[in-house]
């Protein structure tokens, strides 16, 4: 519960944020640099004393995201926002070790769902009001 509620609160802090940061860059650069880095996240634990081929799991998933980032970002911001959304899913692969084992944290996958789901929902409805240069 308690992963739950933090991750509400981290997701609605990153939304704020992102409208501070507003000022200075695009709303679709900064969910693209925030994509890419949420995207190695798993990498960073996958190198902590976990087997070859879960690294080389969690580095193709990365680059998979990496690349809707890049995409998203020249083509179509949706991109982006859907990207933020599948990291949302391949973080429940992780809970409790059930579809994908590598060794991370036991409150990560709950924390970080939550904070995927509100803030790619955020940024569907965000790319889908405004114009594509936002």
């Known amino acids: 519960m308690i992963e739950t509620i933090s991750g509400v609160i981290a997701a609605v802090v990153l939304i704020i944020v992102s409208l501070i940061l507003n000022k200075y860059f695009t709303t679709k650069l900064i969910a693209a640099t925030i994509l890419v880095?949420?995207?190695f996240i798993y990498v960073g634990?996958?190198?902590?004393?976990n087997a070859l081929p879960y690294i080389i799991l969690e580095i193709a998933f990365a680059v998979l995201l990496?690349?809707?980032?890049?995409?998203g970002y020249s083509k179509n911001?949706?991109?982006?926002?859907?990207g933020i959304i599948i990291?949302?899913?391949?973080?429940?692969?992780?809970h409790n070790g059930g579809i994908v084992k590598t060794n991370i944290p036991a409150y990560w996958p709950s924390?970080?769902?939550?904070?995927?789901?509100?803030?790619g929902l955020y940024l569907l409805y965000i790319f889908k009001k405004l114009p594509a240069w936002v």
């Open 66 to 71: 990496y690349f809707m980032a890049i995409i």
């Open 87 to 94: 990291h949302g899913v391949w973080d429940i692969f992780h």
């Open 45 to 49: 634990f996958a190198l902590k004393d």
């Open 111 to 119: 924390f970080c769902f939550i904070i995927d789901i509100v803030y």
């Open 37 to 39: 880095a949420i995207a």
């Open 77 to 82: 911001t949706s991109l982006i926002a859907y």
